[in-house]
């Protein structure tokens, strides 16, 4: 076989996913001196950007600049987009061995840990991420609905997505007017009747998840305030110690959660409560199956024998009314049809990016992970950048090894024949750039950055009336 890589024999790289991984994968193996690379992208969505589109707040507009950056790599010559075709539904992993010499996964972590604890099936409980799809505009949750007339709120978890959750329950109308919430959202969270929101840790503050900026953010909202108690500002012996030798944004988070504690109360309307040291242990349910509130129980700090400050429940109960109930405790990924998969990790089996047989622990040849899929739900954007070089350098290695999958069809007229025949309403890249520029225009009329489409139908039905 001719090694690919040259101009007249580019190397077909198909990669599942849209996202930051994807993009970040596609720019590096696009900008290598001396290979030439082509790459397809797919995603079940029309749209392309992945958590940046439906991930990322709305109030956090300056985090999307990045999407101009993949699209100069989406501009590159030789990159293609086929949206709204699915993995597993449209075409199958023999499709793509028979079209691509590599394939590179990057389909992130699709669903949301569960507690398991009583009462996570009652109405009015739901995950953080079912909220968040459906606020960001996500297709498949615009039909979603919250009892926003509950006066209490919990979430469940001190991440940045607990954080982002709560920002946005504890926004005015005007300052989410100015976003690019999906408008659903925005007329029913103008009308919420929320008015506390808790959060809760299940550590100290020294173990919280959120980052700095983020939770800093917490204390410059308009109408909220955010509060924590002194007691539970207050850092126990074991996490003093750790602080001794933790890192600056660590130290910064402390910091913050005391200057709450030890600021005075003041008249805002909405109150987001920021609690440490405790875990729920029942989502408690009214006569008629609906959340009234959480059962919590006091966690005290102990060191485990390998040395992290895990927590341990005490005696000590209380109850806290709430008719609505998001858990944030983190993503989880799901396994793809004819991919290895580790169930204990919730990852794509892999070394270093390279997709593992789960029997003989070998590569998979022409098979590559990358993003959250890889590595598990953390880190930021940009941590995607360093993940996907990594998986990159792997590709390119086999390649020079000259292993890598020998496709019966590699012309890229015939990869397109069959997607489309597979699915006749594949979105291109150049059909984004379209909706892109519709959604913009629309914002433009109302001061927002953008108004975005939420159903597939509407997108199509735009398009149609461009294209004629
Ligand atoms: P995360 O950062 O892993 O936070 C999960 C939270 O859930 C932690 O507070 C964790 O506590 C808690 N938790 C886990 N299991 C629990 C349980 N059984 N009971 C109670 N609490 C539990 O996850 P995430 O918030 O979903 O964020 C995912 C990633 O996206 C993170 O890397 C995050 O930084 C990133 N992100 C960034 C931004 C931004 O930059 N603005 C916005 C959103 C998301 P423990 O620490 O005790 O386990």
């Known amino acids: 076989m001719q090694k690919p890589g040259t101009k007249d024999h580019p190397l077909r790289v198909a990669i599942i996913g849209a996202g930051p991984a994807a993009f970040y ?20 969505l029309p749209t392309p950007f992945g958590l ?61 840990r569960s507690l398991g604890i009583p009462g996570e099936d009652l109405a009015g409980s739901h995950s953080a991420t079912e909220f968040v799809a459906w606020y960001n505009g996500h297709p498949d949750y615009c039909d979603c609905t919250f009892d926003l007339s509950a006066e209490s709120v919990v979430i469940v978890g001190i991440g940045n997505v607990a954080v982002d959750v709560a920002r ?63 007691a539970e500002a207050e850092v126990d012996e074991l996490s003093k110690q750790y602080l001794e030798n933790a890192d600056r944004d660590t130290l910064r988070n402390v910091e913050i959660i005391q200057q709450f504690a030890s600021a005075a109360g003041n008249g805002r309307f909405k109150r987001l409560y920021i609690r440490f040291l405790v875990s729920p242990t029942e989502i408690l349910g009214s006569a008629d199956g609906k959340v009234a509130g959480v059962r919590l129980v006091r ?86 950048k360093a993940d996907a070089v990594e998986t990159v350098h792997c590709m390119l290695a086999d390649l020079e090894a000259g292993i890598v999958l020998e496709p019966e069809s590699p012309d890229p007229e015939a990869a397109e024949r069959m997607i489309r025949e597979r699915q006749p309403r594949a979105f291109s890249f150049e059909d984004w750039c379209r909706i892109d520029e519709i959604e913009t225009n629309r914002g433009q009329e109302t001061g927002r950055p953008r108004v975005k489409f939420t159903s597939i139908d509407e997108m199509w039905r735009a398009l149609d009336r461009v294209r004629s």
Not at 25 to 39: P, R
């Open 25 to 44: 994968a596609a720019d590096s193996l696009m900008k290598q001196d001396g290979v030439a690379v082509a790459v397809d992208m797919f995603d079940r």
């Open 52 to 112: 940046v589109r439906g991930g990322v707040a709305p109030d956090h507009q300056k985090i999307k600049n990045v999407c101009r950056v993949f699209h100069k790599t989406a501009m590159r010559p030789g990159f293609r987009f086929f949206g709204n075709v699915e993995f597993g539904t449209h075409v199958t992993i023999d499709d793509l061995r028979r079209h691509y010499h590599q394939i590179f996964f990057a389909t992130g972590a699709q669903t949301d």
């Open 168 to 230: 946005i329950l504890c926004r005015t109308p005007e300052e989410l007017a100015s976003t690019d919430i999906a408008d659903y959202a925005f007329e029913a969270l103008s009308e919420s009747r929320v008015r506390d929101v808790y959060m809760l840790g299940r550590r100290g503050p020294a173990q919280a998840a959120f980052t700095p900026p983020e939770v800093k953010e917490l204390g410059e909202m308009e109408d909220a305030v955010a509060i924590v108690s002194p």
């Open 299 to 384: 966690n005290e700090l102990y060191r485990t024998e390998d040395g992290r400050i895990r927590p341990r429940a005490t005696e000590d109960h209380e109850e806290l009314p709430a008719g609505l109930v998001f858990r944030s405790v983190g993503y989880e990924g799901v396994a793809l049809p004819g991919v290895p998969f580790d169930a204990d990790w919730n990852v794509i089996l892999n070394e270093q990016g390279r997709v593992l047989d789960p029997e003989t622990r070998h590569h998979v040849v022409g098979e590559y992970v990358g993003g959250w899929i890889k590595r598990g739900p953390s880190g930021v954007i940009g941590t995607n």
